[in-house]
Nanobody, 118 residues
Framework: QVQLVESGVGLVQPGGSLSLSCAAS????????MGWDRQTPGNQRELVAH???????NYADSVKGRFTISRHNAKNTVYLRMNSLKPEDTAVYYC????????????WGQGTQVTVSS
């Protein structure tokens, strides 16, 4: 099994920046890619960004140019740097581990509340 633990501070003013991190442990060999989804009350989780083992990245249109996903393979950690944050970015952010595509998610992080508010 794969376990994911998220960390990061989640309150910022509009236009500000935040960074989240997610550390993987357990059966790391099963992971092909890692990513972040987010969810707001009453809505389904939506893809934010993901990064493969060969550093290919993909972003939701709503975050392109503002968010950057990266990974440190030796630390089995993925990062999400969020710049120019908007109130509509407010959500619970979930890290995930992907075994294959179409997205076969084998683990989720515990979720981190990100609030963008003045």
């Amino acid at each position: 099994q794969v376990q994911l633990v998220e960390s990061g501070v989640g309150l910022v003013q509009p236009g500000g920046s935040l960074s989240l991190s997610c550390a993987a442990s357990g059966d790391i060999f099963r992971i092909y890619a890692m990513g972040w989804d987010r969810q707001t009350p009453g809505n389904q989780r939506e893809l934010v960004a993901h990064i493969t083992s060969d550093d290919s990245t993909n972003y939701a249109d709503s975050v392109k140019g503002r968010f950057t996903i990266s990974r440190h393979n030796a630390k089995n950690t993925v990062y999400l740097r969020m710049n120019s944050l908007k109130p509509e970015d407010t959500a619970v952010y979930y890290c995930n581990a992907i075994r294959n595509y179409p997205r076969d998610i084998i683990a989720w992080g515990q979720g981190t509340q990100v609030t963008v508010s003045s």
